[in-house]
């Protein structure tokens, strides 16, 4: 059974890693164009690569969910591994072929990173490639740059297929010795920002949102509940104010720092709205949602972003998250009066609230292969809007880098949109058929439930 308050977390992880490569291109064309103008989205989308973390944490609390009948031994192993592998590789093959595409029309390049930069790989072409689309550590980024987060996930795969094999009442225990390799390596200096050969992948602190998540679905398929509403209001409150905080990559915030600071409060927030779900009581979304809103617009109002002043980030932050928890606390209150004075008007309401959060679990649905494919739609558009002429009279407009607010808005709108377009279109032509085709085979081989 599919949690849909999971799935529609998903959907917005992926929408934040949309809007922060379209803000890291939009940057891009600022500069080309020599334009002193700030980005249009900035602050809280400025670290949208916490929708990474976010689905780092979804994948561990998921892998919980989906394994919590199984019976461990190495059938259910085996079956667990071949059911995570071949969900990620296909699609993936698809995504890096189109980012083979883009290396030999250029040159031998390969797009590395969301602004368009683009250089050679130190390593001998053919072992690059192979370890690209093997999603094997490497110094290089893959030839599609967000595979490095695909090479964590299969690493996860393959040691949470070897805790299958252990009995169900030792999985805690394990994943408490594991965190505790993590820590220790770190201490001894043996991590690295990023994962460039077995070693740094193997200790890396990342895999530490992993193990959070399988710690949440352990609380909550054991019925583990408590405060669950509290909770998801606070994790809601603390992952927008860390995110607001967030100022440049540092070797802290590429390791320990988006972990602690990003990964604990999506973790958090995933066992709230599980366990609501779970409960019934998805009512409570409805002030979390309210009170992130309120607390995001208020952030965006100072126009700041991750280079300003920390101590202008963190007045900000203060008080965007002081009007977050007022609005929640007013959404409560007028909850509460209405279901005391006007309930019919408060059930009138359910039709609204229950289509929203299954549009987001759609785009949860479909978020893997927007994940893959959606920075070729944004640099198809790009490069469209390029071509517009500098002294064209549409330039204000088509023409991104150009003065004004309006094709900036334009390429946030049009981008966001077109990345959900093609993340449909890979997941109806490249995702869901290799899902029903491997299914189908998976049923043979091992004769048991789809995981």
Same mark, same amino acid.
């Given at each position: 059974?599919?949690?849909?308050?999971?799935?529609?977390?998903?959907?917005?992880?992926?929408?934040?890693?949309?809007?922060?490569?379209?803000?890291?291109?939009?940057?891009?064309?600022?500069?080309?164009?020599?334009?002193?103008?700030? #980005?249009?989205?900035?602050?809280?989308?400025?670290?949208?690569?916490? *929708?990474?973390?976010?689905?780092?944490?979804?994948? *561990?609390?998921?892998?919980?969910?989906?394994?919590?009948?199984?019976?461990?031994?190495?059938?259910?192993?085996?079956?667990?591994?071949?059911?995570?592998?071949?969900?990620?590789?296909?699609?993936?093959?698809?995504?890096?072929?189109?980012?083979?595409?883009?290396?030999?029309?250029?040159?031998?390049?390969?797009?590395?990173?969301?602004?368009?930069?683009?250089?050679?790989?130190?390593?001998?072409?053919?072992?690059?490639?192979?370890?690209?689309?093997?999603?094997?550590?490497?110094?290089?980024?893959?030839?599609?740059?967000?595979?490095?987060?695909?090479?964590?996930?299969?690493?996860?795969?393959?040691?949470?297929?070897?805790?299958?094999?252990?009995?169900?009442?030792?999985? %805690?225990?394990?994943?408490? &010795?594991?965190?505790?390799?993590?820590?220790?390596?770190?201490?001894?200096?043996?991590?690295?920002?990023?994962?460039?050969?077995?070693?740094?992948?193997?200790?890396? %602190?990342?895999?530490?949102?992993?193990?959070?998540?399988?710690?949440?679905?352990?609380?909550?398929?054991?019925?583990?509940?408590?405060?669950?509403?509290?909770?998801?209001?606070?994790?809601?409150?603390?992952?927008?104010?860390?995110?607001?905080?967030?100022?440049?990559?540092?070797?802290?915030?590429?390791?320990?720092?988006?972990?602690?600071?990003?990964?604990? %409060?999506?973790?958090?927030?995933?066992?709230?709205?599980?366990?609501?779900?779970?409960?019934?009581?998805?009512?409570?979304?409805?002030?979390?949602?309210?009170?992130?809103?309120?607390?995001?617009?208020?952030?965006?109002?100072?126009?700041?972003?991750?280079?300003?002043?920390?101590?202008?980030?963190?007045?900000?932050?203060?008080? #965007?998250?002081?009007? &977050?928890?007022?609005?929640?606390?007013?959404?409560?209150?007028?909850?509460?009066?209405?279901?005391?004075?006007?309930?019919?008007?408060?059930?009138?309401?359910?039709?609204?609230?229950?289509?929203?959060?299954?549009?987001?679990?759609?785009?949860?649905?479909?978020?893997?292969?927007?994940?893959?494919?959606?920075?070729?739609?944004?640099?198809?558009?790009?490069?469209?809007?390029?071509?517009?002429?500098?002294?064209?009279?549409?330039?204000?407009?088509?023409?991104?880098?150009?003065?004004?607010?309006?094709?900036?808005?334009?390429?946030?709108?049009?981008?966001?949109?077109?990345?959900?377009?093609?993340?449909?279109?890979?997941?109806?032509?490249?995702?869901?058929?290799?899902?029903?085709?491997?299914?189908?085979?998976?049923?043979?081989?091992?004769?048991?439930?789809?995981?």
């Amino acid at each position: 059974m599919k949690l849909q308050s999971v799935q529609a977390l998903r959907g917005i992880a992926a929408l934040l890693v949309v809007l922060y490569h379209a803000r890291a291109l939009e940057l891009a064309a600022l500069v080309r164009s020599g334009s002193s103008e700030a #980005a249009l989205i900035g602050g809280f989308f400025a670290s949208g690569f916490a *929708g990474v973390d976010l689905f780092f944490v979804i994948s *561990g609390f998921i892998m919980v969910w989906v394994t919590q009948d199984l019976r461990p031994g190495p059938i259910a192993s085996a079956d667990f591994l071949f059911a995570r592998v071949t969900r990620v590789y296909p699609v993936w093959w698809v995504a890096a072929a189109l980012g083979l595409l883009y290396m030999v029309l250029s040159g031998g390049v390969a797009l590395i990173d969301s602004s368009g930069v683009a250089i050679k790989p130190g390593t001998p072409e053919y072992q690059y490639l192979v370890k690209s689309f093997l999603l094997i550590p490497q110094a290089d980024y893959p030839v599609l740059l967000i595979g490095w987060t695909l090479i964590h996930e299969i690493y996860f795969y393959l040691v949470f297929a070897l805790l299958l094999l252990l009995p169900r009442r030792f999985l %805690p225990f394990a994943l408490l &010795g594991w965190g505790a390799l993590i820590v220790g390596a770190s201490l001894l200096g043996l991590s690295l920002p990023i994962a460039q050969n077995v070693l740094t992948l193997v200790v890396h %602190p990342m895999t530490m949102e992993f193990i959070f998540g399988a710690a949440v679905g352990l609380m909550v398929t054991s019925g583990m509940f408590w405060r669950t509403g509290l909770i998801t209001l606070l994790s809601m409150l603390w992952l927008v104010a860390a995110m607001c905080l967030q100022g440049v990559p540092s070797p802290y915030t590429l390791q320990w720092g988006r972990v602690l600071e990003i990964g604990l %409060p999506c973790a958090g927030l995933i066992y709230g709205m599980a366990s609501l779900n779970d409960q019934g009581r998805l009512a409570w979304l409805i002030p979390a949602v309210a009170g992130a809103v309120a607390a995001v617009l208020i952030n965006q109002l100072f126009g700041l972003d991750p280079a300003s002043p920390v101590e202008a980030r963190r007045g900000a932050v203060i008080l #965007a998250v002081i009007i &977050g928890g007022v609005t929640m606390l007013i959404v409560l209150w007028t909850g509460w009066l209405l279901g005391q004075a006007r309930p019919g008007w408060l059930l009138a309401t359910t039709a609204v609230w229950r289509g929203l959060l299954g549009m987001f679990a759609h785009l949860g649905n479909w978020s893997y292969s927007i994940y893959l494919f959606h920075l070729f739609a944004l640099g198809i558009l790009q490069r469209l809007m390029a071509r517009t002429e500098v002294t064209s009279p549409l330039a204000p407009i088509f023409r991104l880098g150009a003065p004004g607010i309006l094709d900036n808005l334009l390429f946030v709108t049009a981008g966001t949109a077109a990345a959900i377009a093609a993340g449909w279109v890979g997941y109806m032509i490249a995702e869901q058929p290799a899902q029903a085709a491997f299914g189908w085979l998976r049923q043979r081989i091992f004769r048991t439930r789809t995981v």
